[in-house]
């Protein structure tokens, strides 16, 4: 299994609890040791966002999948730049 189906799996573990909540994350790339992903749903705006991307999901890749270095979620990237 390559990195790319290591996150993924990892992602598709950690989905059914946010699924729970209303939310979801969507995989976009996995790029010199970045995992982009979107946070969509209840997930997209929620105030818990940033510990759900970093405590979660960012810290269960790092532990996991060797070569992730970090998590950026690419909707609140591209919200950033428009302003």
């Given amino acids: 299994m390559n990195t790319e189906e290591q996150v993924i799996d990892v992602i598709n573990r ?7 909540d ?5 995989f976009v790339k996995f790029e010199n040791g970045i995992v982009y992903v979107r946070l969509v749903g209840a997930c997209a ?3 818990m966002q940033d510990a759900t991307l ?7 890749l790092l532990e996991e999948v060797p ?3 970090e ?13």
Avoid at 14 to 20: A, F, G, K, M
Avoid at 54 to 60: F, N, T
Avoid at 73 to 83: A, G, L, Y
């Fill in 14 to 20: 950690i989905r059914p609890y946010l699924n729970s």
């Fill in 22 to 26: 209303g939310g979801d994350v969507e």
């Fill in 45 to 47: 705006g929620c105030a």
């Fill in 54 to 60: 970093k405590d979660g999901l960012e810290a269960l």
């Fill in 67 to 69: 070569g992730v270095i």
């Fill in 71 to 83: 998590v950026v979620n690419v909707s609140e990237e591209i919200s950033d730049e428009n302003k």
